[in-house]
């Protein structure tokens, strides 16, 4: 079974302050991803990267960044958190390839982050 | 601009009655179409997924329909359990490894 894991179930931090979110995976995907979920919202994709060192902006990386410095980890980093990035944040990842069972993305189980 | 929609946030069933979760979508791009299920604390998990090449898929007690025509599936579930009370996804690709998801709809199944 695919294992996505997170540092952190839950996750409390001030305004300003760098939040650094950690996300592993176990099977060697080559894809991996940050969204934020938000009510009303669905889930809304921060960044992705689909190798090692690689990145590309989804639809809303502002007051973002992340790193992936090895095939199995994918960090995102809040520069100065603000109230408005207090949501869920899932990490997900992928098999890499041509067929459909690439666009299957599994999940960790998230990271409720509360900015004061 | 979401490309993903689905217009009923909720949905409340009865025990043993069909679910139907409905999602509508705007880009002809869109080839791949999957459902996830979400339980409170917990990460999305994939349920179903059908390619525009088919108009239905069944695994069990899930069937998704396609109607590419009008840019609508659906998710059937028969019956409905209580262990299906929870937050349902639509999503999307258009083989770009990214997926487009809906706000999600939350069935109820009452015993």
């Known amino acids: 079974d695919v294992k996505v894991t997170q540092s952190s179930r839950y996750l409390v931090k001030r305004t300003g302050e760098k939040v650094f979110l950690e996300c592993v995976q176990d099977?060697?995907?080559?894809?991996m991803f940050w969204y934020r979920q938000d009510p009303g919202l669905g889930l809304r994709l921060i960044y992705f990267?689909?190798?090692?060192?690689?990145?590309e902006k989804g639809d809303i990386p502002e007051g973002y960044s992340v790193s992936r410095e090895k095939k199995e980890r994918f960090s995102l980093i809040l520069e100065s958190a603000s109230t408005n990035q207090t949501s869920m944040y899932l990490c997900?990842?992928?098999?890499?390839?041509?067929?459909?069972?690439?666009?299957?993305?599994?999940f960790g189980p998230g990271t409720r982050l509360t900015v004061l | 601009d979401q490309q993903v929609k689905q217009n009923s946030p909720s949905l409340s069933v009865q025990e043993g009655r069909i679910s139907i979760l409905n999602c509508d979508y705007t880009n002809s791009m869109f080839d791949y179409f999957l459902w996830y299920k979400k339980y409170p604390a917990e990460g999305p998990t994939f349920l179903i997924s059908i390619s525009s090449i088919k108009d239905k898929n069944e695994d069990g007690r899930f069937t998704v329909f396609l109607n590419k025509s009008a840019k609508h599936l659906s998710l059937h579930i028969v019956p409905s359990q209580p262990g299906d009370s929870a937050v349902y996804f639509c999503?999307?690709?258009?083989?770009?490894?990214?997926?487009?998801f809906g706000a999600g709809t939350t069935v109820t199944v009452r015993a």
């Open positions: 099977m060697d995907h080559e894809n």
């Open positions: 999503a999307a690709s258009a083989s770009d490894y990214k997926l487009s």
């Open positions: 997900a990842s992928s098999f890499p390839g041509t067929s459909d069972i690439t666009d299957t993305q599994y």
């Open positions: 990267s689909y190798d090692v060192k690689m990145k």
